[in-house]
Structure formats: C-alpha cells, structure tokens
C-alpha cells in the first residue's frame, strides 16, 4: 500500500481564496482524522470520520473550515475564504480499527501559505 | 481535558543513550504512543505501550511507563545521527491521539 496520501504537497494562495486539500485514506481503513501542526498550537485535531461520517469536528476552528468524506476512500479539507493565519501544514491520518485504532498513520502533509 | 507535556530539545552524542520524557494528565488513556517526525516528513509511528504495562522494548528503543506519576519516557540506546528528528508523545482517550509540543533531538558527532 502506499500509505496515506495527501494533495497537494504545498500551497500557497492569496488571502480570500478557496483552498481544498485532499486525502486518500490507507484502503480498509475505516477511520479518519484531519491534524493541523503549527509552530504556536503544536498539533490540533481537527476533525475524525468513523466509516465516512463526521463524529466529532469540535477542533475545526470556525465556520471556514468544512471537511468531507463522499467515500471511504477520499476526504477533502476545505477553507473559504482562507486567510494569514490558516498557514500551517495539514496533516490526514488514517486508521483501520472502530474508535480509531491501535495506530494512526499520516500522510506526508500538505504545507498551506497563506499571503 | 488533555494536557501532554514535553521538553523541546535534546542535544545527545552519537553513540550515547538519549532520554525523552513526557507527562501526561488523562488517567483514562488506553493508550501512549511515540511518534518520530523528520524534517518535512509525516508523523511515524515508533513505538506504543498499553496503559496496564511498565515497559516496553524494541531494538533500540525502550518505553517506561509510570502511571501512578503519569510519566512516560522513550530510551533510544546507541544514538545514531538518522536519529535526529522531532519526537513526539502522544495519549489516546478512546479515538482521540493528544499530543505533545515535541522534543527537537540534534545527534552531534
């Protein structure tokens, strides 16, 4: 398997426009978590789906940011309108096991510049 | 809530033992896990120790768990320079990983 596996690797937008960032989950795993690190906050989880639903999106930061999982197999994290301070890498993780599992594994993480 | 907390850096020799330490607030975790993160990498895996256990070890690296004090500590024997990178502690409460700041490891020569 390839692993986890996440698009773009880096962006840089302006302030105000729309960014998406897509994962591609280990296949057969059936949970997945949306982290986001920065130098300040460390990591933060933002969202977890459990077999494509939402179950607890508390870490998502305000009404920006919304998370999408159509299939077990794709998830998009998106930001409208994105602005300075959503810079930071995005990292999707992936895991096999009901309730998250034993590990989580991380895709390499999609490095977000916001101007 | 979860509160993991960690040194930020470590300066070790190549060839020494490297000690990382991390506390812990969430009596509740199952379990405690250490992540490695090299520069513009992902977060991989290491290694993980289940609440009811004191100690574990693979090749180089041993876990010590202290539940009682909420302590949890990553040995790496025989430091090597490919060691050097961000660690990170990290406690599970059901699905949720809590994670700490991490500790910066420099191997010098």
């Known amino acids: 398997d390839a692993g986890v596996i996440q698009s773009p690797r880096h962006e840089v937008t302006e302030m105000g426009q729309e960014v998406t960032l897509r994962c591609k989950p280990i296949?057969?795993?059936?949970?997945l978590f949306w982290y986001r690190q920065t130098m300040m906050r460390g990591l933060e989880l933002l969202i977890y789906f459990n077999n494509n639903v939402p179950i607890d999106d508390s870490g998502m930061p305000e009404d920006r940011f919304s998370a999408k999982m159509p299939n077990a197999s794709f998830s998009t994290l998106k930001i409208q309108p994105s602005e300075p301070r959503d810079s930071a890498v995005y990292f999707c993780?992936?895991?096999?096991?009901?309730?998250?599992?034993?590990?989580?594994?991380f895709g390499q993480g999609t490095r977000l510049t916001v101007v | 809530g979860e509160d993991v907390e960690q040194s930020l850096f470590l300066s070790v020799r190549e060839g020494d033992s490297s000690v990382i330490n991390c506390t812990y607030t969430d009596s509740s975790s199952t379990y405690l896990y250490w992540y490695k993160q090299e520069p513009g990498a992902g977060l991989q895996l290491l290694t993980y120790?289940?609440?009811?256990?004191d100690m574990k070890q693979d090749q180089r690296l041993t876990v010590l768990l202290n539940k009682k004090d909420k302590h949890l500590s990553l040995r790496i024997a025989d430091t090597q320079t490919g060691d050097s990178a961000i660690y990170f502690c990290a406690e599970k409460d059901d699905y949720k990983l809590s994670f700490g700041a991490g500790t910066t490891v420099t191997v010098r020569a």
């Open positions: 120790i289940f609440s009811n256990m």
């Open positions: 993780a992936s895991s096999s096991e009901k309730r998250g599992g034993t590990e989580a594994f």
């Open positions: 296949s057969g795993h059936n949970s």
